[in-house]
């Protein structure tokens, strides 16, 4: 039977870069470099769904984690994610290897283990402030994203472990060549 039985999960926009706020795209459609390295592998891929894109669509602000911390978006999640927690559950009792999840570190949802993060953002954005006083505020902290924080706690509950990295956004050359490490098996 043609298959490896080994899947990798991406954040959508991995896949997509349209997702994205906009601005923040460093690529023109899908991951070139991690998506052929995949494809090479002979990996599975299950995108994600955006849970910002969801939520707020294409034109919204971008955002740090303490503005997304709320009990309706954590709910979001795990509604956006169970469809495919299903899958992911039958895949595991069928002997399939889950070899990572690949996120995207310095999301407010989906860093892994970086996210960005400021106290103070709220309100106007006429309040006074200037948009150089506000980007002074934002810090990048070690912690993981909501949409990360809530995919865990499900798999966990479900007694599944997979691996979680990240694509550095501010490093992309330097993060792929840990992930393809990780996935060969070698680091
Ligand atoms: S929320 Fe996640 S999937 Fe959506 S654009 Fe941000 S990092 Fe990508």
């Known amino acids: 039977m043609l298959r490896d039985k080994k899947l990798v999960l991406l954040s959508h926009c991995l896949l997509n870069v349209n997702a994205k706020v906009y601005g923040l795209a460093n690529y023109k459609g899908a991951h070139e470099e991690l998506i052929k390295f995949l494809i090479e592998e002979n990996f599975g891929i299950i995108q994600l769904p955006c849970p910002e894109l969801g939520c707020e669509g294409i034109r919204r602000w971008g955002k740090v984690k303490e503005q997304l911390d709320i009990p309706f978006y954590r709910k979001y999640c795990n ?99 840990d992930i393809k490490k990780v996935l060969r098996g070698e680091g």
């Open 79 to 177: 509604e956006i994610f169970t469809p495919l927690l299903e899958q992911i559950i039958d895949y595991h009792k069928n002997g399939y290897r889950l070899a990572a999840l690949i996120g995207v570190n310095g999301s407010p949802s989906c860093g892994v283990s970086k996210t960005c993060s400021a106290a103070s953002w709220g309100g106007e954005i006429n309040d006074r402030r200037t948009t150089e006083e506000m980007m002074q505020q934002v810090n990048t902290i070690e912690s993981p994203g909501i949409f990360i924080e809530q995919i865990r706690k499900l798999l966990e509950a479900n007694k599944i472990y997979i691996p979680m990295l990240a694509i550095e956004e501010a490093d992309p050359a330097a993060s792929i060549a």
